[in-house]
């Protein structure tokens, strides 16, 4: 076999279906050898090597399986760059396969020669250079088993197309996937539960890692067992219902009210694979200042990376939580249970009507009531995305794509692809902004050459809504370029590509449009007017703590 | 703000340490000494780093290192409980007075000509600082110097540690 064969067999072996990807000059033997093995993995052509890395982000957020993208060198590498740092900011399982020059053109400043593995050293859990044709398939194996245990992230394969070309053998292996090992003293673990006995007024942050180690319904066991309410990261939004009486929502920047008094009244915070990021924490010497944290992760380099701890406990949050409930004492905390719930009665999330125009608010409310409770809704990045993480009422774990860490406009379409590739029976909607979708507005001629039915809804405000807010409010309204005013005609465009176009401009239309396009189970896009003023509160400057939180303008 | 010596075996591959020093420069981590060697196992190497700063930042670089995966291990050493040497060799003009001075100390000339000497001392940093005092008052055309090379006293090592790095993953 040649190592183009041998990479594809594989990856055949690690159960992979999907490739997401843009051929080139150094990649190309691998491309030959795929189309043998058609009827096994299906290869989607993005419109841009960024677009084909968040696709294979998307399907790995949505499924809980590995995400696979290729591209060619140099360029093409460079382009994979944005999405390989989005998933690994966010512990994304992806595998990257790019090409690169023959080895004996390596370092030679040849045509289209990058230096794949040092650009993406700092971005991947790990990466490779394969130099040796006998060496590919297990380092294939590896890097499934890396991407894959302990806390998820990207890996990287750089193949110089020598190396493709080459014959070796390729001997099948049984698939591994040995799980990270974690012991957890007994002693740290009666110091965790007797802090949680002795709590009042106990609250749990949940973050991503929850969603992800699917905790989900290990969570809800814990928060009944011990009667504590639960604040969420981004990242963490879908693991309760949104109605769930022990849910008080987003904690943070953009948190509720309640989610962010409750961080400050609290006497013990149980974070449970959260890291405490900035975009939570604001302040990080004021964050919970009142409380002991005890602090469930996966990887012991976040426990006291971002705010001090008190107890760390080390492992799958699954299992850790197993092991708490099982200790702590059943406590009735009525109390702190009905205090905060008066308050959140009291500080609901502003909101503000002006006038009849539609706001973000009104477009994800609706989605909200029409959409299927396992839909997948994936984002962009800004106020359509924080209007979103506030209001969509979640129904079901992992139902909420979005990117976190990074903050990568552009991310949403991509995303929406692998998410629709990977559950070809759910629905899918992009909910973007005009700012992000004409980031990688490209996708759509992959999304209707692929034939794949996903909504996609701009909440069009004619500027940078985000960047711009934050001009208002700590920039004395002083607007450096976040007036977009682009002349695009989105319908125009979307049919342009083969897609169908809508526009909303009048509220008592909104419904009826979306779940028109969201029935018509083909590629859409909905193009729905806002105004420039609509904004995200409340917002705690960066920074700052719960005390500074604005309500409104 | 503390100076502390950590020693790390990493698989002994090209890139290694490019990745270990790219995470220091990364999260602003700071490198005062570093020095590298392959160990009785061909397939591993020992780095030895000494780093500057707190005890919980130490903790965190070491937490970090333990997620490369070319990392096998990463060790605090105790600095009351090791033993540590730098390696210096200075050239300088030869002259009489070199040699008496010379012959005071832990010194040893390894090359000598009419025209000038290269000597070598190895010691701790505090040695190696004190030897540059005295010799400066000489000629001194140009000075190599190592970081420190450390190991633990008595019978605790590294390799006990090998098994499962830092991060609870099996080392593959």
């Known amino acids: 076999m040649t190592g183009a ?85 966010d512990s994304v399982p992806i595998v990257a ?16 020669e990058v230096d794949t593995t040092g650009i993406t050293m700092p971005i991947t859990k790990h990466n490779y250079i394969v130099k040796d044709v006998a060496d590919l398939a297990d380092t294939v194996r590896e890097a499934f088993i890396i991407a894959r245990q302990g806390r998820p992230g990207p890996v990287l394969i750089d193949i110089p197309k020598d190396v493709t070309a080459k014959a070796a053998d390729f001997t099948p292996k049984k698939v591994t996937r040995p799980e990270a090992r974690f012991t957890i003293s007994e002693k740290r673990l009666e110091r965790a539960v007797a802090l949680i006995n002795e709590s009042k007024r106990p609250l749990i942050y949940s973050g991503g890692g929850v969603v992800f180690s699917d905790a989900s319904d290990k969570l809800k066991e814990f928060l009944l067992a011990i009667d504590a309410p639960a604040v969420f990261s981004m990242m963490g939004l879908s693991a309760l219902k949104h109605d769930d009486p022990q849910n008080l929502g987003m904690v ?133 995305q924080m209007i979103c993480a506030q209001n969509y009422e979640f129904k079901k774990p992992k139902t909420f794509i979005s990117s976190g860490g990074l903050g990568t406009m552009g991310f949403g379409l991509g995303a929406a692809i692998g998410a629709k590739v990977a559950n070809p029976e759910r629905q899918v909607v992009l909910l973007t902004g005009d700012g992000s979708f004409h980031m990688n507005m490209n996708e759509l001629a992959c999304v209707v050459s692929e034939n794949l039915p996903i909504t996609v809804i701009v909440l069009n405000n004619s500027v940078l809504g985000m960047v711009r807010q934050w001009q208002r409010l700590f920039y004395s309204a002083r607007y450096a370029h976040t007036n977009l005013a682009r002349r695009t005609d989105i319908v125009k465009l979307a049919e342009a590509f083969g897609a169908k176009g809508f526009r909303v401009e009048r509220i008592d239309a909104l419904k009826d449009a979306l779940k028109n396009a969201i029935s018509r189970n083909s590629p859409c896009v909905v193009d729905v007017k806002i105004h420039k003023d609509d904004s995200v509160f409340p917002i705690i400057p960066p920074g700052g703590s719960v005390s500074d939180m604005i309500l409104k303008d | 703000m503390e100076l502390y010596t950590l020693s790390v075996l990493v698989a002994n591959h090209f890139g290694t340490l490019t990745r270990v020093t790219n995470l220091f420069s990364r999260r602003g981590y700071n490198i005062k000494e570093l020095t590298v060697g392959e160990t009785e196992n061909p397939k591993l190497s020992r780095i030895t780093i000494v780093t500057e700063g707190d005890e919980p930042l130490l903790r965190q670089i070491r937490k970090q290192l333990s ?104 080392v593959l």
């Not at chain 1, 055949?12 to 080139?24: A, C, K, L, M, W």
């Not at chain 1, 107890?311 to 850790?320: E, F, H, I, Q, Y």
């Open chain 1, 252 to 384: 943070g920047m953009h948190g509720t009210p309640a989610a962010n008094r409750a961080t400050i009244d609290c006497d013990l915070l149980i974070a449970i694979g959260a890291r405490f990021s900035d975009r939570v924490s604001g302040n990080r010497a004021m964050f919970a200042k009142n409380a002991k944290i005890i602090h469930i992760d996966i990887d012991s380099s976040e426990q006291g990376k971002n705010v001090r701890c008190d107890v760390a406990l080390t492992g799958d949050a699954k299992r850790v939580l197993d092991e708490l409930i099982r200790r702590a004492e059943k406590k009735d905390r009525r109390e702190w249970n009905e205090y905060l719930k008066e308050y959140a009665d009291k500080n609901p999330l502003p909101y503000f009507k002006k006038n009849s125009d539609i706001t973000m608010r009104d477009v994800v409310k609706t989605l909200s009531r029409i959409m299927d409770d396992d839909a997948l809704i994936v984002t962009d990045v800004g106020q359509h």
């Open chain 2, 67 to 170: 997620k490369l995966h070319d990392v096998k291990a990463a060790k605090v050493l105790p600095f009351e409980d090791s033993v540590s040497r730098e390696l210096l060799l200075v050239k300088v003009k030869a002259c009489p007075e070199v040699y008496d001075v010379l012959r005071k100390t832990r010194a040893v000339v390894l090359d000598g000509s009419d025209e000038c000497i290269i000597a070598e001392i190895t010691g701790e940093t505090k040695e190696i600082n004190d030897f540059i005092e005295i010799i400066t008052k000489f000629d001194i055309l140009e000075i190599c110097r190592t970081g420190a090379t450390a190991l633990q006293k008595g019978g605790a090592n590294i390799n006990s540690d090998l098994e499962v790095n830092g991060n609870g993953n099996y």
């Open chain 1, 97 to 112: 396969i790019t090409g690169n020059v023959q080895l004996e053109l390596i370092g030679r400043d040849s045509f289209q």
């Open chain 1, 5 to 89: 064969q041998i990479l594809i067999e594989a990856l055949i072996e690690q159960g992979v279906d999907v490739i997401f990807g843009y051929p080139g000059g150094s990649i190309l033997n691998i491309h030959d050898a795929l189309l043998d093995k058609a009827d096994k993995i299906r290869f989607v052509l993005t419109s841009h090597e960024q677009g084909a890395a968040h696709a294979a982000d998307g399907y790995a957020r949505s499924s809980g399986r590995v995400g696979v993208c290729m591209a060619t060198s140099g360029p093409g590498a460079t382009n994979l760059v944005t999405g390989i740092a989005n998933a690994y900011m």
